[in-house]
Nanobody, 127 residues
Framework: QERLVASGGGSVQAGGSLRLSCAASGFAISRFSMYWIRQAPGKGLEWVLVTHIGADTTIYADSVKGRFSTSGDGDKNTLYLQMNSLKPVDSGMYFC????????????????????WGQGTQVTVSS
């Protein structure tokens, strides 16, 4: 059964770091476009990044560029999100998703657009 499980969220002070994990089962992350998407309280879904591990290509949202980075471990079939220099505005639920299509970050995402959608992990950044 195909599944995405996100973990690693927590509470951190501004300027701190967190590393999120997205473990996939039932499919190979290297064959899909993988996404990190977040949702702040009371707001809609927001892109963090899109990446294709197999093609070694990543596009970051402007809001996280230079602070966040992603990597993948094919053996563990897991995608990681390293978040540095965290700000209170980075707080929210972080989701990982996968799809065969490479989506533009130019319009807001919707969960139903993705073939696989994980359950999310909460990130709280205090000032």
């Amino acid at each position: 059964q195909e599944r995405l499980v996100a973990s690693g969220g927590g509470s951190v002070q501004a300027g701190g770091s967190l590393r999120l994990s997205c473990a996939a089962s039932g499919f190979a992350i290297s064959r899909f476009s993988m996404y990190w998407i977040r949702q702040a309280p009371g707001k809609g879904l927001e892109w963090v990044l899109v990446t294709h591990i197999g093609a070694d290509t990543t596009i970051y949202a402007d809001s996280v560029k230079g602070r966040f980075s992603t990597s993948g471990d094919g053996d563990k079939n897991t995608l990681y999100l390293q978040m540095n220099s965290l700000k209170p505005v980075d707080s929210g639920m972080y989701f990982c998703a996968a799809d065969s299509r490479w989506r533009s970050l130019s319009r807001p995402p919707h969960s139903y657009e993705f073939k696989y959608w994980g359950q999310g992990t909460q990130v709280t950044v205090s000032s």
